[in-house]
């Protein structure tokens, strides 16, 4: 079993900044990926970005390219975000997910095994 904890979420206004975290316990050692999610009310859950554990492949979503940045500290098993340049479209509950052996597309939220409860980020314009 994996256990995921968001934390790092809260209000900021457009053009701010915030970091996520996302602490992982239990059977770190056969991860694959881990990667973000976020949705927005009524909404689908979106792809935000990924990273391969072993060779630290990333992946990002067009529209958080070159504002979001993914990385991970391996000896904490603890994956962040970071949000720099926040718009108000940013809003959405943001999610980390884990999946456990390989895929060809880390951005399809049912590839996932597991996932966090979720964190808010809300960006005041």
């Known amino acids: 079993q994996v256990q995921l904890v968001e934390s790092g979420g809260g209000l900021v206004q457009a053009g701010g900044s915030l970091r996520l975290s996302c602490a992982a316990s239990?059977?770190?050692?056969?991860?694959?990926?881990m990667g973000w999610f976020r949705q927005a009310p009524g909404k689908e859950r979106e792809f935000v970005t990924a990273?391969?554990?072993?060779?630290?492949?990333?992946y990002y979503a067009d529209s958080v390219k070159g504002r979001f940045t993914i990385s991970r500290d391996k000896a904490k098993n603890t994956l962040y975000l970071q949000m720099n340049r926040l718009q108000p479209e940013d809003t959405a509950v943001y999610y980390c997910?884990?999946?456990?052996?390989?895929?060809?597309?880390?951005?399809?939220?049912?590839?996932?095994?597991?996932w966090g409860q979720g964190t808010q980020v809300t960006v005041s314009s």
């Open positions: 990273m391969t554990w072993n060779i630290d492949a990333t």
């Open positions: 239990g059977r770190t050692f056969s991860w694959y990926a």
């Open positions: 997910a884990v999946r456990s052996s390989p895929t060809t597309n880390l951005a399809y939220p049912g590839s996932y095994n597991y």
